[in-house]
């Protein structure tokens, strides 16, 4: 697996997942729009780890910056 995300874009996924685990927790959001949110957060803090995410591949996205030759 080639990284295809960049640090950026995990922030932002990272954060995201953040703050709607924080609104699930605070019962801001609940019901099964929090369950399936809580279950998308979880897949950005995975896939921010990894620093690959399965759709960007088909497309052929990456906002990794470019390595010099």
């Not at 703050?19 to 896939?47: D, P, Q």
């Not at 620093?51 to 996205?61: E, L, R, T, V």
Request: aromatic fraction near 8%.
């Amino acid at each position: 697996m080639k990284k295809n995300m960049g640090n950026t874009d995990r922030i932002i996924r990272v954060l995201i997942a953040l703050i709607v685990a924080t609104l699930y927790f605070t019962g801001v959001i609940s019901g099964v729009l929090g369950i399936v949110l809580i279950i998308l957060s979880a897949i950005f803090v995975l896939t921010s780890i990894v620093s690959f995410c399965p759709i960007y591949a088909p497309f052929g996205i990456k906002t990794c910056a470019l390595k010099k030759k």
